[in-house]
């Protein structure tokens, strides 16, 4: 069995240091509990938060431990009666080739469904994340407009498209014309690239009547032109920062935090972060059920970047940071 550790915890941008490959014996499942062979690990921004020490909403990585990440598995050998070998299954397996979990950790896959990676994806915690954020926090309403970042990665790309299922105006911000190329394809109203220098001038320009929802994944800049555009009762799902991740200080320059206030105030915003999981009570069944359907009827499409072998990653996961996968990023460490 192979298995990437975490062997130090990095300031600023992760390096290749920071991760230590090891290979041993196959571990042993015990009774109750299945052995596991990862197919699909999921690379997601989250896990930049858990390499660091800092207080967050769920416990670091310990240095030594095993990256932590979500898996589609299938199993090796059971020793519980409601798993056998040759099914498939959800789980947490982390960043190595074989798992051991008890049975009632592990969530069976239906091949038959939908292909197994959507389980991370667009079916799974970046697709629920879009759902529940965007319905209950953004509440699009038809004839609005909704802006989103990141906006050609799995979160971004099914918050557009539901704002639209929804009767909304979407508008998609990515890196990069293959991006917004990609975007217009998948029928984002308008997208515009967040590298261009004219960028605050383009998102002006296609948001005439100002924006009514803003999902913010990102921070950094692209709030900055965003912020004098919101609408009043202007609502904003706080879901990520993923420009700030690997920020080791506060940006220069005065502290703008009371102008924010002010804006908050006099325009009546809705700033709400939000955890995916505290929704998953109340939300699940539906995302379960109208994101197959939107799938099957094709008005939500999805863009996968698969990584061949558990070895690339970290290289890949540095990536993911800054802009280098194009769709939900996975790594393929067995066949399936
Ligand atoms: P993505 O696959 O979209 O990857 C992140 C993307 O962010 C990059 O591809 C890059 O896209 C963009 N980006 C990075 N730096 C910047 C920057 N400085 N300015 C603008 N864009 C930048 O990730 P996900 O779809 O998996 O996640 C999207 C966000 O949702 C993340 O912030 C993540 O942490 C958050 N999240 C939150 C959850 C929650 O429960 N609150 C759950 C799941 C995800 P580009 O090339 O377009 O610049």
Redesign the pocket.
Known sequence: ATRILLASRPHGEPTSENFEVQTGPLPEPAEGEVLLRTIYLSL???MRGRMSAAKSYAAPVEVGAVMEGGTVSEVVESRDPSLAPGDFVLAYGGWQSHSVHSAGQVRKLDPSRAPLSTAVGVLG??GF?AYA?LLEIGRPQPGETVVV????????SAVGQIARLKGARAIG????PD?VAFLREIGFDEALD?RSPTFKDDLAAVVPDGIDVYFE??G???WDAVLPRLNTYARVPV?????HYNDTELPPGPDRSSRLMQTILTKSLTVRG????EFVKTHYKDFQRDVAQWIADGSLQYKEDVVEGLENAPEAFFG????K?FG??LVRVGDD
């Open positions: 997601d921004p989250y915690m970046p994340t954020g970042a990141a906006a050609a990665g799995p979160v971004g911000i990515a890196g990069g991006k967040h994944n990102v950094g800049h692209v879901c990520g920062l993923v420009a939000f955890i995916q999981t993911l940071l800054k802009g996968s939900k990023l």
